[in-house]
């Protein structure tokens, strides 16, 4: 698959004794409405969902993704998004060795709140954690709909793709525009999160001693992130 190249031939290739993925904690922040659960599902289920109720919460789901040099299996939190879930942020992101911040491109406000989750990783979570500043909703930006008639006039951008790559880069962080609705970019984004975790970290978590993240699917307690009600599936990525 072309999203999947190979790493460069320097890098050392990453083979858990065990013969079974590596995993690795991903977690999901954005506000409300932005399109989290929708990215996820389409990644995980291949599907997309017609308004989608919020998450409660938080839901926990599972997906592998295999490279040339790495196999990895990805224990995904994805968190609600209103404002009063935001205390409760720090369970689901402490010891995460990767976060996905999605915004929504035709809520330029959704970006500004980004960039606070963004600030907040960098300060708080693991010094190596990957970030991806993701842009979702490409499908309601011009050229990107379905209907090949679109204009100018369905055009809802209200954050241009350069003005994002600009601050990510600044940032230090990955950056893809993606639709949950149409699937675009969706496993290149994972893809490129796969490739930049270091390989010190997937070499100390294939050793038998190694412990990955654990957590529960589906909609669940706040107070208690850690029950096992585990979903997987094989990724195209």
């Not at 409300?32 to 998450?55: A, C, D, H, Q, W």
Request: with cysteine; net charge negative.
């Amino acid at each position: 698959m072309s999203e999947a190249e190979s790493a460069s031939g320097t890098q050392r290739t990453i083979v858990s004794p065990t013969g079974k993925a590596t995993q690795v904690k991903l977690v999901l922040l954005g506000e409300s409405g932005v399109g989290k659960s929708s990215l996820v599902m389409r990644f995980v289920n291949r599907e997309y969902i017609e308004n989608r109720e919020p998450t409660i919460g938080a839901a926990f789901l599972t997906q592998k993704c295999h490279l040339d040099d790495r196999s990895i299996k990805f224990e995904i939190w994805d968190t609600a998004g209103q404002e009063r879930f935001h205390s409760l942020a720090p369970m689901y992101y402490r010891n995460a060795q990767a976060a996905i911040i999605v915004y929504d491109i035709t809520k330029a406000s959704t970006l500004d709140k980004a960039k606070s989750w963004a600030k907040e990783l960098q300060r708080q979570a693991n010094s190596g954690i990957v970030i991806a500043l993701v842009g979702n909703k490409l499908d309601l930006a011009e050229g990107e709909s379905e209907d090949d008639n679109s204009s100018t006039e369905d055009n809802e951008r209200q954050v241009s793709e350069e003005d994002a790559q600009a601050y990510a880069d600044e940032a230090g962080l990955l950056f893809k525009e993606t639709s949950a609705k149409t699937s675009k970019n969706v496993d290149a984004i994972f893809t490129e999160i796969a490739k930049k975790i270091p390989s010190e970290y997937l070499f100390s978590a294939s050793r038998p001693d190694g412990r990955g993240a654990r957590g529960a699917h589906g909609n669940i307690d706040l107070m208690q992130p850690t029950t096992e009600q585990r979903s997987s599936g094989n990724c195209a990525c």
